[in-house]
């Protein structure tokens, strides 16, 4: 059983930074590709960055050069750092963890990011 839990949202203006963690259950990164996904209001939920147990990332073009995914395996960490925030960029974030010996899709809760002047 995995266990995700995020931290790190809130209000930003735009043009500002937020960074974003989440902390899952021991031993989790050697195990699953680990991500960042977000749903904005009316919409599906769409993935923003992957990181594999190689340590290769994966961005959506739509935060390509202004986000940033990166884990911590001392910590059992996995952040998202957010850079050039846009309007567009608010929306409820959740982190994910595609654990391969269960073949299984593992969510946090979620954390609101909300980026308005």
């Known amino acids: 059983q995995v266990q995700l839990a995020e931290s790190g949202g809130g209000l930003v203006q735009p043009g500002g930074s937020l960074t974003l963690s989440c902390t899952a259950s021991?031993?989790?990164?050697?195990?699953?590709?680990m991500g960042w996904y977000r749903q904005a209001p009316g919409q599906e939920r769409d993935w923003v960055a992957l990181i594999n147990i190689f340590g290769t990332t994966n961005y959506a073009d739509s935060v390509k050069g202004r986000f940033t995914i990166s884990e911590d395996n001392s910590t059992n960490k996995v952040y998202l750092q957010m850079n050039s925030l846009k309007p567009e960029d608010t929306a409820v974030y959740y982190c994910?963890?595609?654990?391969?010996?269960?073949?299984?899709?593992?969510w946090g809760n979620g954390t609101l990011v909300t980026v308005s002047s």
């Open positions: 994910n963890a595609f654990h391969f010996p269960s073949r299984t899709n593992y």
């Open positions: 021991e031993n989790t990164f050697a195990h699953s590709i």
